[in-house]
């Protein structure tokens, strides 16, 4: 299924001190001499920042502006570029009134933290002031019912803050004109600036910026331009540098179209996501609040080479497609809102890129979307590029350090995350055969394993990415010791049971029978559950994994931390809610416990006879166990 879901994400440290901390400049009241020299030094630092070129920041999004909140606040004089003409004002209502016009981005812990370290987040103008609260979900799966499953998730340290991505950049845009001078930051929408690699590469300490004809130098250059990574493709393209930009082919590509729409408050709540997706993975589509008068703006979600994904398409096939697809939202859109939503152009999800090797050259950094881009269904794209500022900026207060060497110790810190966090995003989105064995298969293993040793394995991926203690690449490497725990767990119970089929059964002809069934049985019922993805990634349809398996898939993810475990989390909902007495959902999730065990038992047979005797043995009269 293809959700946005809004994760909870890492804790973030961050060191102190410009050149020296508090505890060191204590000194000795017998060295007058030794105090002389210590306040010497540190005039001669303060003097040195003042007076050096300017960082230029290159991208004034979220992660380019808060970059110049908190390089300003160390003392450091910022310029800022962007192409983009100036924000927009947070507070002008008549422009935040189109809820579709604007994209919504989802603000978990990560990016919670961060905008707190730079002291936006919080007070009546900060960003959380403008943010619309999310506590929970509630799903229409297409074996689930007519009345969804809803769930308020009570265990969560953080509730994700949902907010228009440009509404942000309006309200840093703000606080920076607000409580910084021209002197401290400059800044430069509308102009379009890019480094001089040429003049680079004769100079070592500072870069030189082109700016509408004009060349000035600046000490520090941060790239945070986006997907477009102008900066990020020119150095990848000099010989010099080991800068290199990874794309991943889009094997599950989707364009979107958004969808305003308005739910009645006597009957709907304002504080959850609604989510709905179509049986055969046409139509995937979410809801997030846009403001507290209970409208939202939608996502439809529809394959490249739909009908309906284009311009100027038919509305009267747009408001079938919503009647049919989607019953309990299309009485809530008006035709008109059907025909503009039919005539204009779609959106393009972006396609997953990593920079690799380094993320620095010289004195030059990129972070944020121009180092990894994801698509935004799990809500990674912008609470990690916020976390590479709060790196950044703990590097950067060190001013011991060369501008050189900041830019290769946050290489050193963000690369490997970088890298991780795109390849397991994009394990997360892989269609059919690929995207059950990589996504779905592991989902399904990791929830019985979890649940029966929770102390040695692990939740999922997903609901790992939620957890505070872990970044990417220990997400990555944890899950990775679950499944060589998984494989030698499976293994041994492969090797038990063949020894007591072996011992039940005295006769080479009977076992040989009872394993050509076993088998042929548990490979039918596995083949089942792969061809049941086909054409489909696993993030469109993760709780659908063969007919009828929603309340399985919802059992395993919801009794796993993160998931709403709780007393107080009780589901409010129709035929789909696991916790209820519907005997359909408790025979649906018995049949599926039955296709899991089939299927472990086959490979066990498999497993004994290829591996164990080395398929010789098991099947004689002589055999002895």
Same mark, same amino acid.
Request: proline residues 5%.
């Given at each position: 299924?293809?959700?946005?879901?809004?994760?909870?994400?890492?804790?973030?440290?961050?060191?102190?001190?410009?050149?020296?901390?508090?505890?060191?400049?204590?000194?000795?009241?017998s060295s007058l001499a030794s105090t002389a020299t210590a306040t010497a030094t540190a005039t001669t630092t303060a003097t040195s920042t003042s007076t050096s070129s300017p960082i230029a920041i290159i991208g004034g999004g979220p992660a380019g502006l808060c970059t110049a909140i908190v390089l300003a606040q160390q003392g450091k004089k910022v310029i800022l570029f962007d192409k983009q003409p100036t924000p927009l004002d947070p507070n002008d209502s008549e422009i935040w009134g189109d809820t579709a016009k604007f994209y919504l981005i989802g603000l978990g812990a990560r990016g919670q933290k961060a905008l707190d370290q730079f002291g936006v987040w919080e007070g009546q103008n900060g960003v959380k002031s403008y943010c619309q609260e999310v506590i929970g979900r509630k799903d229409w799966s297409p074996q689930g019912g007519e009345e969804g499953v809803e769930r308020i998730f009570t265990d969560r340290p953080y509730k994700t803050m949902v907010l228009p991505r440009e509404k942000l950049v309006g309200v840093l845009y703000k606080h920076i004109t607000t409580n910084f001078s021209e002197d401290q930051i400059e800044l430069k929408f509308g102009v379009d600036a890019a480094v001089d690699l040429e003049q680079e590469q004769e100079q070592e300490q500072e870069s030189t910026i082109l700016c509408n004809g004009e060349k000035f130098n600046a000490s520090f250059v941060v790239a945070s331009d986006g997907a477009a990574r102008d900066v990020a493709k020119s150095i990848s393209s000099s010989r010099k540098s080991a800068m290199r930009v990874v794309k991943y082919k889009d094997d599950n590509k989707r364009i979107y179209k958004t969808l305003p729409i308005k739910f009645p408050k006597e009957s709907w709540?304002?504080?959850?996501?609604?989510?709905?997706?179509?049986?055969?993975?046409?139509?995937?589509?979410?809801?997030l609040p846009a403001n507290s008068n209970n409208e939202y703006c939608g996502i439809l979600l529809l394959k490249e080479d739909d009908p309906l994904s284009g311009p100027d398409t038919s509305p009267f096939e747009l408001r079938e497609l919503l009647d049919k697809s989607l019953p309990q939202f299309s009485p809530l859109v008006d035709d008109a809102t059907v025909a503009a939503v039919a005539k204009k152009d779609v959106s393009n999800l972006p396609s997953f890129r990593y920079v690799k090797n380094s993320l620095s050259w010289r004195n030059i950094v990129v972070l944020g979307d121009a180092a990894h881009c994801v698509k935004p269904y799990f809500g990674l794209?912008?609470?990690?590029?916020?976390?590479?500022?709060?790196?950044?900026?703990?590097?950067m207060?060190?001013?011991?350090?060369?501008?050189?060497?900041?830019?290769?110790?946050?290489?050193?810190?963000?690369?490997?995350?970088?890298? $991780? %966090?795109?390849?397991? *995003?994009?394990? &997360?989105?892989?269609?059919? $055969? %690929?995207?059950?064995? *990589?996504?779905? &298969?592991?989902?399904?293993?990791?929830?019985?394993?979890?649940?029966?040793?929770?102390?040695?394995?692990?939740?999922?991926?997903?609901?790992?990415?939620?957890?505070?203690?872990?970044?990417?690449?220990?997400?990555?490497?944890?899950?990775?010791?679950?499944r060589l725990v998984q494989m030698c767990t499976l293994g041994v119970g492969f090797g038990l049971l063949g020894k007591i089929v072996a011992t039940a059964v005295k006769r080479s002809s009977l076992r040989m029978k009872l394993g050509g069934v076993v088998a042929g049985v548990g490979l039918l019922l596995l083949s089942r559950l792969t061809k049941s993805t086909e054409g489909m990634a696993p993030a469109d349809v993760l709780n659908k994994v063969s007919k009828n398996n929603e309340s399985f898939m919802m059992s395993q993810r919801m009794t796993q931390k993160g998931y709403g475990n709780d007393p107080n989390d009780v589901p409010r909902g129709g035929a789909g809610d696991v916790d209820n007495d519907n005997g359909d959902d408790k025979n649906a999730n018995k049949k599926k416990q039955q296709l899991i065990a089939c299927s472990v038992l086959a490979f066990g047979v498999l497993w004994d006879f290829f591996v164990t005797h080395k398929g010789v043995g098991f099947w004689s009269d002589n055999y002895i166990p």
């Open positions: 299924m293809m959700r946005i879901l809004f994760l909870y994400l890492l804790p973030l440290s961050t060191t102190t001190g410009f050149g020296f901390s508090p505890r060191n400049s204590l000194v000795r009241l709540r304002g504080d959850i996501n609604y989510s709905s997706r179509t049986a055969d993975g046409r139509v995937n589509f979410d809801a794209g912008a609470n990690s590029a916020l976390e590479d500022v709060t790196f950044l900026s703990a590097i207060e060190n001013n011991r350090l060369s501008p050189n060497e900041m830019a290769s110790e946050f290489s050193r810190q963000r690369a490997g995350e970088a890298k $991780a %966090l795109v390849q397991i *995003s994009r394990e &997360l989105d892989r269609p059919g $055969a %690929l995207g059950f064995f *990589s996504f779905v &298969l592991p989902l399904i293993l990791d929830g019985l394993f979890h649940n029966v040793m929770p102390r040695i394995i692990m939740p999922n991926v997903i609901a790992m990415l939620q957890r505070t203690d872990y970044d990417f690449r220990g997400v990555r490497r944890r899950k990775r010791q679950d």
